[in-house]
């Protein structure tokens, strides 16, 4: 089993910053991905960016150029700049192995972009 706990959400006014944290414990020899994935009310969760074990980081095209997703070891950190309206959700850390056989999830951190 892995264990995830996120830090780091919170409520900022549009156009501002915050960063994520999320650092994994237990079977961590298995994790190849991990990234952030965000559920707002109604909608069905999404993903916002992954970071694979070598640091290749894939993006939504919602956050592109306003998110940035890195990662050290067992840690994996989400910088969101420019933060509009549209992205207040629940944000969920989440780890995999390889080929998604197993996936874990955090139990998410809640973003508010309110001025």
């Known amino acids: 089993q892995v264990q995830l706990v996120e830090s780091g959400g919170g409520l900022v006014q549009p156009g501002g910053s915050l960063e994520l944290s999320c650092v994994a414990s237990?079977?961590?020899?298995?994790?190849?991905?991990m990234g952030w994935y965000r559920q707002a009310p109604g909608k069905q969760r999404e993903l916002v960016a992954i970071?694979?074990?070598?640091?290749l980081p894939t993006y939504a095209d919602a956050v592109k150029g306003r998110f940035t997703i890195a990662r050290n070891g067992t840690q994996v950190f989400l910088i969101m700049n420019s933060l509009k309206p549209e992205d207040p959700a629940v944000y969920y850390c989440?780890?995999?192995?390889?080929?998604?056989?197993?996936?874990?999830w955090g139990p998410g951190t809640q973003v508010t972009v309110s001025s």
């Open positions: 237990g079977k961590t020899f298995i994790i190849a991905e």
């Open positions: 970071i694979t074990s070598g640091g």
């Open positions: 989440t780890a995999a192995s390889q080929k998604v056989v197993y996936q874990y």
